[in-house]
């Protein structure tokens, strides 16, 4: 009889516990989401309608028309401005994302003189903020005469020491030794055994790196501000800031502003809708071995 009682409160509790772990993450997702759906919905109306209509729910629906608009002002800056960012936060975070995983398996597998002193340096740049680095990176491009290039914000996003520190841990906890000697005794040169076996076992760990360096070389707004002048040279997060001071001058602009917005996190999304998959099969291939 007490087994039975027992057993019933086990599943009273099991049942409550998953019922307000789901109706946490409902209000997560409509705190996350509702942002999104109020951008969707702006980007649709025409200007007259932005202050009188429902602001959460649609007006008249002219989201291609807006679009067409956008694209057609100033002869299309705003395109040359996301085409700017996709070559920052593509390019970037691919270059960043290799250049991290080659210095973190190198820590972990390679034993070398200062190895763990040199982790630790880099381990202290992930407590670093970035807003932090942005002026003295000024003061060192301006040195050569390289701000207000393609460059000066470039370079600055190849460098990932978080990306480091995980491909450090996660090379140590995935990449068994064994296995490298034995592409060792194959033949297989350092190189080769690093893209080869390495880059494959490190996969999810090198998604994970190319996301938040993704994210964060197209969220970057500090960095663009102080380094560019040149209206040709800014991400999409620069040219709508600067476009929005200019609303109470311009009013019409602040269309362009939404609809802007609205198009400038849709690579975001695929990135991370396009990449999951990656994730799914780490974490599987990790629980069959």
Not at 253 to 279: D, E
Request: aromatic letters at 16%.
């Amino acid at each position: 009889m007490s087994t039975a009682v027992t057993r019933r409160g086990a599943v009273r509790e099991s049942l409550l516990s998953r019922s307000a772990a789901m109706l946490v993450m409902l209000i997560c997702a409509f705190y996350f989401l509702v942002p999104i759906w109020w951008l969707f919905v702006a980007s649709t109306k025409d200007r007259s309608q932005f202050t009188t209509t429902n602001p959460l729910w649609f007006g008249d629906f002219n989201l291609f028309e807006n679009i067409g608009t956008l694209a057609t002002y100033r002869d299309g800056v705003f395109f040359r401005w996301m085409l700017n960012s996709v070559l920052y936060a593509g390019a970037g975070a691919l270059l960043a994302t290799l250049f991290a995983t080659m210095a973190g398996y190198a820590i972990a597998k390679y034993a070398f003189r200062g190895r763990e002193a040199a982790f630790n340096i880099i381990l202290g740049g992930v407590l670093v903020p970035a807003t932090a680095l942005a002026l003295p990176l000024f003061l060192l491009f301006s040195q050569i005469g390289a701000t207000n290039t393609f460059w000066s914000v470039f370079l600055p996003s190849l460098v990932s020491p978080f990306g480091v520190y995980l491909s450090r841990i996660y090379a140590t906890a995935s990449v068994p030794d064994e296995l490298l000697e034995a592409a060792r005794l194959d033949g297989a040169g350092e190189v080769r055994t690093f893209f080869t076996v390495a880059t494959r076992l490190m996969a999810p760990a090198m998604v994970t790196m190319f996301l938040f360096q993704f994210v964060s070389i197209w969220n970057n707004f500090f960095l663009p501000l102080i380094m560019l002048r040149d209206e040709d040279l800014f991400p999409v997060t620069m040219g709508l800031y600067v476009w929005n001071t200019q609303v109470s001058q311009i009013p019409e602009i602040r269309a362009y502003v939404i609809v802007g917005a609205l198009l400038s996190i849709i690579p975001l999304i695929i990135a991370f809708l396009g990449l999951q998959r990656f994730w799914r099969n780490g974490l599987g291939a990790g629980g069959l071995k």
